[in-house]
C-alpha cells in the first residue's frame, strides 16, 4: 500500500485535492482509502454513539445499512492508524488528508519547505490534465510503510534516505531487501516489526514444518496462515 499526504495551510483546498486524487487513482482501478486528521470532535453530541461513549465505552462501532464506523476512544498516532487501515482492508492507495510531518509523499496546497513535497499546486487552477500528471507522479514516487530497519542493502545509508531519493525519483520501492519478504509478517501489539530475510525464512519454514501435520487441508488449500499469540506477564 502507498502512501500520499495532501498538506498546506488552512483554507487552501486541501480536501478539494485528496478528493480530485482519489477519484482519479478509483478511475485507474486502484482501491483507495484516506485519513484526515482534525482537531475537532468527530462523534456529534446527542447522537447514540456519543451516549455510548460518555457511558464509558472504549471502542464504539456504528453498523447499519452500508457501512460501519468505529470510534476509539484515544487520539491514535499515524502509524498506529495506518496499520489499523492495513488490517481492514488490502488497499493500493492510503491518501492522507494533513500530517505535515510525517516522511510520506506529499503534494502541498501552499509553501511547504518539506524535502517530501512532490509537487505544489494551487487547486483553483487544476483542471483534468494537471490532476492526471499529478496522480502520475504519485503512482510513480510514492511509497509505502519503512521497515526502518537501516540496514543499508538497500546501497543508501539509511531508510530516511532511500525514501528522499525515491520522492525525488532516483530509487524505487522494491530495492528495500526487506519490502521484497512479505511472506511472513510479525505484529508485536498490533505494530509491525521489520523482518531480514534469513529470520524471514527460518520463521515460514519452522512454521509450516510444525503445522503440516495438523489437519488444516480441511479448511481449503492454505493461501494465509495467521498465528496470534496471547501473551499476558
Given amino acids: 500500500m502507498k502512501i500520499v499526504s495532501v498538506a498546506g495551510t488552512k483554507n487552501t483546498g486541501k480536501t478539494t485535492l485528496v478528493t480530485l486524487l482519489v477519484s482519479e487513482l478509483v478511475k485507474r482501478g486502484y482501491k483507495v482509502g484516506t485519513v484526515k486528521h482534525t482537531h475537532?470532535?468527530?462523534?456529534?453530541?446527542?447522537?447514540?454513539?456519543?451516549?455510548?461513549?460518555?457511558?464509558?465505552?472504549?471502542?464504539?462501532?456504528?453498523?447499519?445499512?452500508?457501512?460501519?464506523?468505529?470510534?476509539?476512544?484515544?487520539?491514535m498516532n499515524l502509524e498506529k492508524i495506518i496499520n489499523s487501515v492495513e488490517q481492514l482492508d488490502e488497499l493500493d492507495f492510503l491518501v492522507l488528508e494533513g500530517y505535515k510531518p510525517a516522511s510520506y509523499a506529499k503534494i502541498s496546497t501552499s509553501t511547504l519547505d518539506d524535502p517530501f513535497s512532490l509537487a505544489q499546486v494551487d487547486v483553483r487552477e487544476l483542471d483534468d490534465e494537471s490532476t492526471g500528471n499529478l496522480v502520475d507522479l504519485i503512482e510513480e514516487r510514492s511509497f509505502g510503510k519503512l521497515a526502518n530497519l537501516d540496514c543499508g542493502d538497500c546501497g543508501y545509508e539509511n531508510c530516511h534516505d532511500m525514501a528522499l531519493a525515491m520522492v525525488k525519483g532516483e530509487a524505487k520501492e522494491d530495492l528495500c531487501v526487506m519490502k521484497q519478504m512479505e511472506d511472513v509478517i510479525l505484529k508485536v501489539n498490533g505494530n509491525r516489526v521489520p523482518l531480514n530475510p534469513f529470520v524471514n525464512k527460518f520463521i515460514e519454514n519452522t512454521f509450516l514444518g510444525m503445522i503440516s501435520a495438523l489437519k488444516i487441508k480441511e479448511h481449503g488449500e492454505p493461501q494465509k496462515i495467521e498465528l496470534q499469540i496471547q501473551h499476558d506477564k
Fill in 40 to 75: 475537532v470532535k468527530l462523534d456529534v453530541e446527542g447522537k447514540d454513539t456519543w451516549k455510548h461513549r460518555e457511558a464509558g465505552a472504549e471502542v464504539v462501532v456504528g453498523a447499519g445499512g452500508e457501512e460501519t464506523f468505529f470510534i476509539v476512544n484515544n487520539d
